[in-house]
């Protein structure tokens, strides 16, 4: 399986900042939507963010004006920066990368090992 590799989770008071990277080969990398999801313990994974290859993003309403999600074409790598952060953000964030895979459908079909962010009160 293709493997992305996320980096920069940590623990962080409530209020501060941390940026997270993902890194990825090059041939999906370039040619793919990217993306954050989170998995908070007793809730579902849900998308966090995503950036089409154009730059055209989304955000979870949960942290729209807080999170911003950037991508580096020439790097093959994508960021989400946290800002403003709460303990409810505390979650295993994965990167994933959304392709054309079996049977036609646009999914996110790689993903990385996760991250740990923890924001304390």
């Known amino acids: 399986q293709v493997q992305l590799v996320e980096s920069g989770g940590g623990l962080v008071q409530a209020g501060g900042s941390l940026r997270l990277s993902c890194v990825a080969p090059?041939?999906?990398?370039?040619?793919?939507?990217m993306g954050w999801h989170r998995q908070a313990p007793g809730l579902q994974r849900e998308l966090v963010s995503s950036?089409?290859?154009?730059?055209?993003?989304n955000y979870a309403d949960s942290v729209k004006g807080r999170f911003a999600i950037s991508r580096d074409n020439a790097k093959n790598t994508v960021y989400l920066q946290m800002n403003s952060l709460k303990p409810e953000d505390t979650a295993v964030y994965y990167c994933?990368?959304?392709?054309?895979?079996?049977?036609?459908?646009?999914?996110?079909?790689?993903w990385g090992q996760g991250t740990q962010v923890t924001v304390s009160s």
């Open positions: 994933a990368a959304k392709t054309y895979g079996s049977g036609g459908t646009f999914s996110w079909n790689y």
């Open positions: 090059r041939s999906i990398f370039g040619n793919n939507v």
């Open positions: 950036i089409s290859r154009g730059g055209n993003t």
